[in-house]
């Protein structure tokens, strides 16, 4: 080891406390918390809002971090949700459990696809994302004996969380299960962001050709975070099963692959918090305006992201940072 | 003889009809200072490719040590000895210059893929890094990033990264190109206190650079060696003169 002369040089400090909690990430908590108790008639909603959370900062790994753009995410969380349904339906009614499967199935889903689609790259990968997603998408319609095809997967019965927690009809239960679950959830991810096997993914994304010349086995380390990844999309939709007690086909579609795509790029990809950005903000224009223009509220949303591509690359965060920016420097003239 | 650190063996590359490496026979003996000439479009970098494992030789062979690598990927070439630089500037350009070469030496010291430990902390790893950009002058950049350093900054830090494998082997491959004159001594200066134990390949075009630090000169004219030799051999062959100054200029 070298002993260093002048102490401990700032750019060492800034990389051994990067890692280290801020205040500031508390915040997405405690509004989620704030939510239950402030707008109890708005829990379902708020569900929904913490799934697809959980669904956009998985995506984040493997996109954010990664560099790898798919447009199949869906696959994940569509087999996720279908597992935890149909084990549900055949009388495993433990939710617990039935995520920890529905995870594992959507993780080992993401091994066998990442094994072979990560070997290629740019838009043939994005193909093949896309590719993989229909085909799942299909064989889930066809196997109705299975799902329920095109009707959808009824007749699931959850029974209560850890033997104690009911779930209401006022989506109480739901609401704070998802919380929990996202919360789990967001510790792993940030703990491997920051790990070194995240600053790997961050080197994939950079130059994946200097990963090479340094002796980074690239194929693997992608694959252990697509299979992450896959794995929490997974849990994403068992939460979405046991909480809705029903599955539909449009877990599977290109529609909720693509929208997780343009909610975590409208709050910013690879900067772990895209997720606790995008998705409210999305989800939220998109049930006001739903409410206010019936028919023309895709419009309302298309307008919002022209404004994102044309005025915040980076995404929301990207803007909050250069305003920070701005108003420091304001503050030191 | 003993062992040459890395060697070719009628190493032969084309892409359909056409040839860009054919039977290159190539020893680079330990501890070598050995510069791999000619003229553009000759081959060099697709050499470098070859050698390095980025690009799959249609036929013959490629030693490390002795040992035949020809079907080992890259990164497991990397992890017996055989580190490169880039032409063009290839780093991580969003990250810092510490980070840039702090994930070289967490590749080599395996400990890259490890999940749950925050990357700053435990390993050493970053100290090291550290310790690499004092000795080679540029610790003082540490904590910028890549992309905002002049592009003379960033040749070295190409080297840094490059160095932090801890190469036997190492192929750099026009370290001085875009370098303004003024600050390619520094390169050079660089190159010359390597540690005597690493082989090391330049592949260039200043022949000045070339001169100075090569004991050894191969020359290479579409794929194929033209002639090698000693530097003052080299300067006097015809074929070399009428290579570079009948048909091309040096870049």
Known sequence: MTTLADGFPAAIAELSRRHRLRLSEMLPWIIAVACFFVFPEYLALGTQILISTLFALSLDLILGYGGVVTLGQAAFFGVGAYTAGILAVYGWTEPLSGLVAAGAVAGALGVVTGLILLRTEGLTLLMLTLVVAAMIGEAANKAGEWTGGADGLQGMTIAPILGLFRFDLYGRTSYLYALVVLFLAWLLVRAIVHSPFGRSLTGIRECVARMHAIGSPVLRRLVTAYAIAGALSGIAGALLAQTEQFVSLEVLSFARSGAVVIMLILGGAGRLYGAFVGVPLYMLAQDQLAEQFPIYWSTGIGLLLIAVALGARGGVLDLWDALLSRVRGHRRQ | ?251
């Open chain 2, 1 to 251: 003889m003993s062992e040459a650190a890395l060697e070719t063996r009628g190493l032969c590359k084309s892409f359909g009809a056409l040839t860009v490496a054919s039977e290159i026979d190539f020893r680079l003996e330990a501890g070598a200072r050995h510069a791999l000439i000619g003229p553009n479009g000759a081959g060099k970098t697709t050499f470098v490719n070859l050698v390095t494992g980025a690009l799959s030789a249609s036929r013959g062979r490629v030693l490390l040590g002795g040992e035949d690598v020809t079907s080992l990927s890259q990164a497991r070439r990397v992890k017996r000895g055989l580190a490169r630089t880039f032409q063009i500037n290839t780093l991580f350009r969003g990250l810092s210059v510490l980070e840039n070469v702090a994930l070289a030496i967490g590749e080599r010291r395996g400990v890259a893929g490890e999940l749950f430990r925050p990357a700053g902390r435990g390993s050493g790893v970053v100290e090291e890094a550290y310790a690499a950009l004092e000795r080679l002058g540029i610790a003082d950049e540490a904590g910028r990033l890549v992309r905002e350093l002049p592009y003379g900054r960033q040749r070295l830090v190409e080297i840094a990264v490059a160095l932090g494998l801890e190469p036997k082997v190492l192929l750099l491959d026009e370290p001085a190109a875009g370098v303004p004159g003024a600050e390619s001594g520094i390169i050079v200066e660089t190159i010359e206190s390597l540690p005597e134990e690493i082989a090391v390949l330049i592949i260039e075009h200043d022949m000045d650079l070339v001169f100075r630090i090569a004991r050894r000169i191969t020359v290479l004219v579409q794929g194929s060696v033209l002639v090698e030799g000693a530097p003052e051999e080299i300067a006097a062959d015809p074929r070399v003169r009428e290579v570079y100054l009948g048909e091309h200029e040096p870049a």
